[in-house]
């Protein structure tokens, strides 16, 4: 629950216009996890030491007001139960 709040927060604000979720109230916004093996991740704090969430219950609005659906990953360290990035990708990050 803390890695889906804490990269909800971290992800609205790359929004350039508006976003909306798409999941539905009981759907998680990160339904796929992994161990990170982001080069940079696994330098810094290790192999299988901060999991790699992955959703795409994400659509952002372009400056016309169409929407695109956008995939996003959160890197969240378990231990410190803290979040270490966020990224969107796709739909030419309107």
């Known amino acids: 629950m803390r890695a889906s709040r804490e990269c909800r927060r971290a992800i609205e604000p790359k929004a ?9 109230l009981l759907e998680s916004k990160l339904p ?5 093996t ?4 696994v ?4 192999p299988k030491r901060v999991i ?8 952002l609005q372009n400056g016309f007001g169409a929407w695109a659906r956008v995939t996003y990953e959160c890197d969240f360290d378990p231990v410190t ?14």
């Open 16 to 24: 350039r216009y508006d976003f909306r979720w798409t999941d539905g």
């Open 32 to 36: 796929r996890a992994r161990w990170s």
């Open 38 to 41: 982001r080069h940079d991740i």
């Open 43 to 46: 330098q810094r704090f290790g």
């Open 52 to 59: 790699e969430y992955q959703g795409n219950a994400l659509q």
């Open 81 to 94: 139960e803290r979040l270490i990035d966020a990224r969107l990708e796709g739909a030419g990050l309107y």
